[in-house]
């Protein structure tokens, strides 16, 4: 019963570095997202997926890249980190049904130093 | 642009008592409501998701009400426990293309022995 699994799930980086964000469900969903979770501010989607090779921007996307090569996973990337990008990061997967329930990962937390 | 609201921010109760946790979006054009528990530190947990034709959903001791045409939704707590005390996420799946989900910033919800 994995459902949607968050790697790594702790990282710090230092300014300017890259990094790759994997995300990894198992149920066959064709939708995928990218969320971030601030203090104050909510969940806010960064990008999202509708299907394997397709991608679109979400609310807060500037800094952010990804790809869905395989449908089972999403990767998100950031090129060159930055202070904001501290975070808490969350992946979730969903059915094309849009009676169905999102299913989230257990999150990764980033710091930027 | 669908905005979600939850009132109040934090809540304190002791053990016991019915308590009501509140959401409201702006747009009526929704597929569904989802109302998620969230522990520190953890990730979000699926608790209950009423579909735009649905007034209502109960899982236990929770009761989710879906008020669309006013913009309103209740997450009912029947006799509270102290492992009740979470984050409660409330968030719409809206209509028109990406089927993302709007999240509330939350409730924290505290119950005292």
């Known amino acids: 019963n994995a459902g949607v699994t968050q790697t790594p799930k702790f990282r710090v980086l230092k300014t300017g570095q890259s990094m790759t964000l994997l995300c990894a469900q198992d149920m066959n969903h064709e939708y995928m997202y990218w969320y971030r979770q601030d203090p104050g501010m909510g969940l806010r989607l960064i990008h999202y997926s509708v299907g394997e090779g397709t991608t679109a921007k979400g609310e807060v996307p500037d800094g952010y890249n990804v790809s869905r090569l395989k449908k089972q996973n999403f990767l998100l990337g950031l090129e060159s980190a930055a202070p904001s990008q501290t975070s808490v990061y969350f992946c979730?997967?969903?059915?094309?049904?849009?009676?169905?329930?999102?299913?989230f990962g257990d999150g990764t937390r980033l710091s930027i130093l | 642009k669908q905005e979600v609201t939850q009132i109040p921010a934090a809540l304190s109760v002791p053990e016991g008592e019915n308590l009501v946790l509140n959401c409201s979006f702006t747009?009526?054009?929704?597929?569904?409501l989802q109302w998620f528990r969230q522990d520190p530190g953890k990730g979000l947990t699926s608790l209950l998701l009423?579909?735009?034709?649905?007034r209502e959903q109960t899982s236990g001791r929770l009761n989710a009400s879906l008020d669309k045409s006013s913009g309103r939704s209740t997450l009912y707590i029947a006799a509270s426990q102290p492992g009740d005390s979470a984050t409660y996420l409330c968030a719409v799946r809206s209509q028109g293309g990406s089927e993302k989900l709007v999240f509330g910033k939350g409730t924290k919800l505290t119950v005292n022995p």
């Open positions: 979730a997967s969903s059915d094309t049904y849009s009676n169905q329930p999102q299913h």
């Open positions: 747009d009526s054009a929704i597929y569904n």
């Open positions: 009423i579909q735009s034709s649905q």
